[in-house]
Nanobody, 121 residues
């Protein structure tokens, strides 16, 4: 599966952005999907993930209550709605796909290119 993320940009603190990740290839609905982010000088962290069907989701504590992951299997797309953005949310955001699970960082096999999100104070 090939992934392409887009929707990043510059936003003021308190604002919102919606990231999208389009997948090409077969059987998108059989992949768990996740959004990761990597701030400058830091590790890449899994911040939101969603099961194959979309019925189950998981969030890192740092984004819980502010970010929402969703997917549209008919359109081979996964989304990340980001509200109440903070300067510490500034990072490169990546979408990823997992053929074997969806809750753990090490399960992700396929990666899109990153999209930069910058939150100004």
């Amino acid at each position: 599966v090939q992934l392409q993320a887009f929707g990043g940009g510059l936003v003021q603190a308190g604002g919102s952005l919606r990231l999208s990740c389009a997948a090409s290839g077969r059987s998108f609905s059989s992949y768990g999907m996740g959004w990761f982010r990597q701030a400058s000088g830091k590790e890449r962290d899994l911040i939101a993930s969603i099961s194959w069907s979309g019925r189950m989701t998981s969030y890192a504590d740092s984004v819980k209550g502010r970010f929402t992951i969703s997917r549209d299997n008919a359109k081979n797309t996964v989304f990340l709605q980001m509200n109440s953005l903070k300067p510490e949310d500034t990072a490169v955001y990546y979408c990823a796909a997992s053929a074997s699970g969806w809750t753990r960082r090490t399960e992700y096999d396929y990666w899109g290119q990153g999209t930069q999100v910058t939150v100004s104070s």
